[in-house]
Every structure is written in structure tokens, then in C-alpha cells.
DNA sequence: CACTTGGGTGAGAACGTTCTCAATCTGTGG
DNA sequence: CCACAGATTGAGAACGTTCTCACCCAAGTG
């Protein structure tokens, strides 16, 4: 019977008389600071070993004006995207001793507001950010004037005064668009995820739109689409975009459309990797092959997209190294850079496999 | 100009001031406990309103004793178990007020024992441990020891004072092998993804090697389809256990090695959808189909098994519902639940799809 | 010898809350 | 007018650290 004591853990006060020290020189003992003798030390550290202490972050937090937390909002953390950059910022976070509060908004703005208020409070050191799409501006911004720096990843909010991490959304589509293009199809069909607003602005054309658009990731991924389709002199067509949520089961659905259109598509772009899910269930389900029948390419490149037939092209994005560079990025704050806020865009790839063939 | 203004966040005793009542007063009025007049009231929070108050929880959870934070340790958050398990926990938290603060212990034992202390001197007033395989008893008795409840997921540590939750892994497992057994193989192939000394194990027969094997997740499901092959009076192979990793690639190389036996298996059972991963890259590139060739099935329904060809056939867990019943379990423990320790078993459910076919 | 230097030490303040307790106020009944 | 219950209030303790400051003492230095 090693039978759990469970007595309340001692405070250094208590260590401190123990060894026969004040507090003060506990303290410095046990925290590596000021000056203390060897035998103090030693005095100490036996104490604490004895009582089994361990120091209380919260009342060093008090003092220090740190909690060398890291505040981190994504939208849904079931999505292999953010459980990735999840990953990264937390690397990066422990790296140089900090932990990770997540929160999970569900895209629901109500939350996210929420959750800002309550991290404000908890006083981490520091925010990386996925907003939501209509993402709250003042709210954002009422954190950072609070003094808790931010660092958005993936999205972007105009006119927030905080660092941003993510990919060139625009170029990245524009590129996979001019591919499909390049393999003869002439008639492509994008399914975007986002919902009816969007749809509405991306079925008025004008290049007024599109820029107002190009501010959120999918829109600036539609805004790509488009630069491509315009450029090879390709009509946009817009029954051919889709937005009708981003669920494999509106995937399906919205697949199951544009295919029955009088000239359906014979190529489709899917801005994520669970669109294309649907875009796959959707094909079987109408009998038809990927790519004899119809091409696909989707953004991101997950675990299953080499493995399935056919094997996957896709517009890879260093997800891991996002979340890695947000993390490094707020840190640098937290200790009190002082450099401009930078809007860093990494590098995608994209990897040609086998589900998109020349027509 | 609404120039951040960023000054520091005002304490309760200045909001006091400002209203003219006592920091008592105020902190009554604020935290909506005590007794206090309604033009107090009015005043501090006008006053609080003001000033742009925010409470600092660090205080408040110094005299409390209550931090309101879930730790949470998972191997591996990219892995879509943990990730789907996790929201489960935060969902339980947040609905009852807590928050989570997160780490990802890679399954390496120093990173998970560093994490617990870590974890302890913060506070966290409860734990939810998705333990290494090989999980240090000692460092999370100590936790328990210092007053921090622990419920463990999925995996299972012997001698622990802690709750758990999971599933059956030995009936789920002999449950899906019978049903390739019934199909008419004969040769069932297992991917475990666990390491040499497990295979060591696995192939050393004898009632007392299975029983011990048990206390592990991969172990357990190893004794169930070794269970049903028993049973079923079918001469289990050693060398049709694989124990080689649990990454894609290893998975891919265990399918090559085992299909190149003299008596190939003519079915595979995987212990986890990125093991199915790799089984089905394996097989393309053998020009192998599937299950004209070779059946497979795998545990956990992945996002992408009903939309691949062909959808796969799974041992589906209740994933998110494991988590959230962890998170609950905990904290009926932090709201000071005294009854004896629970191991809750939740049902899997086998979903035949068409990667599995009679031989 | 007087005077500096600097390591070592402890008392007590500080951080921002909640809690305890005694004092004051208010209104009511006798 | 007095006694009394109950609401309201404020002073100050408490939580467990780190920080500031003044002090002591031994070892040089002139």
C-alpha cells in the first residue's frame, strides 16, 4: 500500500523552513536566480525533494507578467489542415517553453468572440489565430490593443494590426486552374466550400468583385480560377462554381450538378482535400472514372491522397511549416520584437499524380 | 486615429477608485457574489465598462484553487483518433466552462513524463492521458498523488488510480476477424503497426504471453484475432503478424513482405486507417485488387473509407463520444465525484462496405 | 586602521483576486 | 426612543511566487 497522501503540495514557505531559510533564499535556490551559498542550495533542494514541492506557474505568473501560454483559436480541429498547423505551432511553442490553450470555434463567430474574451482573461502571452470567415475585426483588434499580440494563420482580416502566415491563394489556384487548361479541358468546374454570399459575389462579374473578394482564401483561391479561365480566353462560367458548403455531402451533391449541365465539366478543381472526397463519391456513384471520365485536383495534400486510385494531383501547401512559422512569428512579439507586422507567404507545390489527363 | 491606446489592463482596485467604492465592493459587483446595492452595482460596472476591465484569472485561480483547465495528452494530434477525440474533450470542457491546454507527446516517454510536470505545476485541475505504450505508471500515480484526477483514453496503464475509456479492442478484433473468416480465408494476415518486441511476444504462443499482451490497445486487438483463429481451429501464423512501425511507408513494406510468402494471406486486417493506407498503396503497386485479390479490413472509419474505390469495410469506434465521455468522467472527478473508478467500455460497430469479399 | 567590494541573507512589498470579519446602515416592531 | 434583524460596506488577510532593499560579513585595498 503506497497509499496516496494526498496532502495539499507545499508552498516554498514551507520548504524554505525545512531547510532552516527565508523564503527569499527558497526561492533563489529553487528558481536559479540572485545569489546563494552551496550549503543553502543544497539545504533547499533536499527539502523540496522531501516535501515533494512543485512551484506554483500561477503565482510565478502573477509576478513575472508571463504565463508562457500561447492562446491557439482554429475553426475545427478535426480538419487534418489545422491539426497539422496545430502541430507546428505547438513544436515551436514548446521549443522555447510555452504551451498551447486551444480552442475550437466551429466557425461560429458567437465562440470565437467568446473564446477571445476568455483567453484575454486567462493572459496568454500571445494569440495564433484561424478566424472564422466573417471573422469580428474589433474584437481581434481589442486583444491586440489589450497588449496580447496575434499572428493569423490561413485567413486574413483587413486591418488588423497583427502579423499574418499563409500561402498566395490567388497564384496557387491561378496555377492549378492553367493546368487543367494546359491538359485540353476547356470547360472547368471549381467548388469552393464557402456559401450562397459568396456565390452571389463571385456570380457578378467585374473586377471590382473579385479584389473586394480576394481578401478571404476562398475567395482569393476563386479570384485565381478566374485569372486563369480569363487569361486563356476561356468565358467564366458561373454555374460552373460551386458553393454550396463544405461537407463531403455537398461535395457530392454540388458534383452531381455541374455534371448534369447541358455541357458539363470535364475537369474539376476542389479547394480542399474533403470537397475532392466528395467530388470521388460523387463519381462513383454516376458510374463514371477519374480521370478518363472527369480530372480532379484538390488543394492539400493529405495522408490518403497517394494511396487511393487514382492517386491524387494536388496543390500542396507546408502546412506543418505554417503553424511552425505562425508560432516562431508570435514568439518573437511575446519577447518583444518590435519589427514591422509581416504578412509571410510560404511556398506551395504542386504534385502531379494521376488524377487529372489530358482530354 | 484610434491609436492603441495599449495601457495596462486596469485591476479591480482601480475600477473601485474610479467608482468610488471599496475593492470589496467592487469585486462583488464584478463577480456576482455577496451582497451589493444596486447603485454600487450600476457604478462599478459603468466604471468597469469605462476602463475596459478585464479580470485576471490567474488571481482569481489563486484563491479558488480551480484553474479551469483541462490538460490534455495525446501522441500524436495529427492522427485523426486523437484529433477527433480531442474535440470531444474540449467540447465536454467548454460546455461546462473549461478550457484546455494541450500537449502532443509524439510517443516519446520523456516528452510525456516532462508534459506531466509541466501540467502539475500549472494547476491543471484534471488530465485526460493518452498514454505511450510503454506510459510511465509512476510519473502519472505521481499525479494522482499531488490531487489531480486522471482519466486515461483509449490505452490502459495497470495499477493506476484513474478512470478509463475505451472499447472492447479483443472483441472488436476477433469480431472483424471472424468475419473474414467466414468469408472463407483461411490465411488472415495482422497489422499491428506496434514494434519488434510486441512481435516477439505475439509470436511466443502460450496463454500467459496473450493475457499480458492484453493490457495494450494493439495487444488486446492482437489476442482477439488470435481468439478467433483459435476458435475457429485455424493454426494461427506468426509470420503473418506484422510488427514493423506505424507510418504508411512501414505498413507498405509489411503488405509486400507477408503477400510474398510462400502461402500468402488472402485477407489483411489493419489496426488503424493509416496502416489501410499503406496496405492499399502496397497493392497498386503489386497490380493487386482489391478484394478480388485481397481483402482488408481496417479499424477506424477514416473520413476518406466510404469515398475511396472501393470503400473500405472498418471497425468503427464512437471516436468523438470516447473523448467526450473522458472529458465528463474527469470532470464529475474535479467537481469532487468520489465513486470508484470506471473502466467504460463504449460499442464499435462493424461497417461492411466492400473491401471484403468471400474467397 | 578605515574603506570599499560583493556574495549572501531575510524582511517585507507586490501581483490581483476572493474571503473573513467586524462595522455601519436601514427599516421594523415594541 | 430602543432593540434587533438583515442588507451593505470596507479593512485587511490570504493565495504563492518574485522582486526590492537594506543589512551582514569576509576579503581585499589603500
Given at each position: 500500500?503506497?497509499?496516496?497522501?494526498r496532502?495539499?503540495?507545499?508552498?516554498?514557505?514551507?520548504?524554505?523552513?525545512?531547510?532552516?531559510?527565508?523564503?527569499?533564499t527558497?526561492?533563489r535556490?529553487l528558481?536559479?536566480?540572485?545569489?546563494?551559498?552551496?550549503k543553502s542550495r543544497e539545504?533547499?533542494?533536499a527539502?523540496?525533494e522531501?516535501?515533494?514541492?512543485?512551484?506554483?506557474?500561477?503565482?510565478?505568473?502573477?509576478?513575472?507578467?508571463?504565463?508562457?501560454?500561447?492562446?491557439?483559436?482554429?475553426?475545427?480541429?478535426?480538419?487534418?489542415?489545422f491539426?497539422?498547423?496545430?502541430?507546428?505551432?505547438?513544436?515551436?511553442?514548446?521549443?522555447?517553453?510555452w504551451?498551447?490553450?486551444?480552442?475550437?470555434?466551429?466557425?461560429?463567430?458567437?465562440?470565437?468572440?467568446?473564446?477571445?474574451?476568455?483567453?484575454?482573461?486567462?493572459?496568454?502571452?500571445?494569440?495564433v489565430?484561424?478566424p472564422?470567415?466573417?471573422?469580428?475585426?474589433?474584437?481581434?483588434?481589442?486583444v491586440?490593443?489589450?497588449?496580447?499580440?496575434?499572428?493569423?494563420?490561413?485567413?486574413?482580416?483587413?486591418?488588423?494590426?497583427?502579423?499574418?502566415?499563409?500561402?498566395?491563394n490567388?497564384a496557387?489556384?491561378?496555377?492549378?486552374?492553367e493546368?487543367?487548361?494546359k491538359?485540353?479541358?476547356?470547360s472547368?468546374?471549381?467548388?469552393?466550400?464557402?456559401?450562397?454570399?459568396l456565390?452571389d459575389?463571385?456570380?457578378r462579374?467585374?473586377?471590382?468583385?473579385?479584389?473586394?473578394?480576394?481578401?478571404?482564401?476562398?475567395?482569393?483561391?476563386?479570384?485565381?480560377?478566374r485569372d486563369a479561365?480569363?487569361e486563356?480566353?476561356?468565358e467564366?462560367?458561373?454555374?460552373?462554381?460551386?458553393?454550396?458548403?463544405?461537407?463531403?455531402?455537398?461535395?457530392?451533391?454540388?458534383?452531381r450538378?455541374?455534371?448534369a449541365?447541358?455541357?458539363?465539366?470535364?475537369?474539376?478543381?476542389?479547394?480542399?482535400?474533403?470537397?475532392?472526397?466528395?467530388?470521388?463519391?460523387?463519381?462513383?456513384?454516376?458510374?463514371?472514372?477519374?480521370?478518363?471520365?472527369v480530372?480532379?485536383?484538390?488543394f492539400?495534400?493529405?495522408?490518403?491522397?497517394?494511396?487511393?486510385?487514382?492517386?491524387?494531383?494536388?496543390?500542396?501547401?507546408p502546412?506543418?511549416?505554417?503553424?511552425?512559422?505562425?508560432?516562431?512569428?508570435?514568439?518573437?512579439r511575446?519577447?518583444?520584437?518590435?519589427?514591422?507586422?509581416?504578412?509571410?507567404?510560404l511556398p506551395?507545390?504542386?504534385?502531379?499524380?494521376?488524377?487529372?489527363?489530358?482530354?
Amino acid at each position: 500500500m503506497s497509499g496516496s497522501v494526498r496532502r495539499a503540495m507545499p508552498s516554498i514557505e514551507i520548504v524554505a523552513k525545512e531547510a532552516g531559510v527565508s523564503t527569499a533564499t527558497a526561492g533563489r535556490a529553487l528558481g536559479g536566480y540572485g545569489s546563494v551559498s552551496r550549503k543553502s542550495r543544497e539545504a533547499v533542494l533536499a527539502a523540496a525533494e522531501r516535501l515533494g514541492y512543485r512551484p506554483n506557474s500561477l503565482a510565478r505568473s502573477m509576478i513575472t507578467g508571463l504565463t508562457h501560454t500561447l492562446g491557439v483559436l482554429v475553426p475545427d480541429i478535426e480538419n487534418p489542415f489545422f491539426s497539422r498547423a496545430l502541430r507546428g505551432i505547438a513544436d515551436a511553442a514548446h521549443e522555447r517553453g510555452w504551451e498551447v490553450l486551444l480552442v475550437n470555434t466551429d466557425e461560429d463567430l458567437t465562440l470565437e468572440r467568446k473564446a477571445l474574451s476568455v483567453l484575454t482573461e486567462r493572459r496568454v502571452d500571445g494569440l495564433v489565430v484561424a478566424p472564422t470567415d466573417v471573422a469580428d475585426r474589433d474584437a481581434l483588434q481589442a486583444v491586440v490593443d489589450a497588449g496580447i499580440p496575434v499572428v493569423l494563420l490561413d485567413r486574413r482580416v483587413p486591418g488588423l494590426e497583427a502579423d499574418t502566415v499563409g500561402i498566395d491563394n490567388r497564384a496557387a489556384a491561378k496555377d492549378a486552374t492553367e493546368r487543367l487548361l494546359k491538359l485540353g479541358h476547356r470547360s472547368v468546374a471549381l467548388l469552393t466550400g464557402g456559401d450562397e454570399k459568396l456565390r452571389d459575389k463571385l456570380s457578378r462579374p467585374g473586377l471590382r468583385g473579385v479584389e473586394r473578394l480576394a481578401a478571404t482564401t476562398v475567395g482569393a483561391r476563386a479570384a485565381g480560377y478566374r485569372d486563369a479561365l480569363v487569361e486563356a480566353g476561356v468565358e467564366p462560367r458561373p454555374e460552373l462554381v460551386s458553393a454550396e458548403g463544405f461537407r463531403r455531402a455537398d461535395a457530392a451533391a454540388a458534383t452531381r450538378r455541374v455534371l448534369a449541365l447541358p455541357d458539363p465539366p470535364t475537369a474539376i478543381l476542389a479547394l480542399d482535400s474533403l470537397l475532392a472526397l466528395g467530388v470521388l463519391q460523387a463519381l462513383r456513384g454516376l458510374g463514371l472514372r477519374c480521370p478518363a471520365d472527369v480530372s480532379l485536383v484538390a488543394f492539400d495534400d493529405a495522408d490518403w491522397a497517394e494511396a487511393i486510385s487514382p492517386p491524387l494531383s494536388v496543390v500542396a501547401q507546408p502546412i506543418y511549416e505554417l503553424g511552425a512559422e505562425a508560432g516562431r512569428l508570435l514568439l518573437d512579439r511575446v519577447q518583444g520584437s518590435d519589427k514591422r507586422f509581416t504578412h509571410r507567404r510560404l511556398p506551395t507545390r504542386f504534385i502531379e499524380r494521376e488524377s487529372a489527363s489530358s482530354r
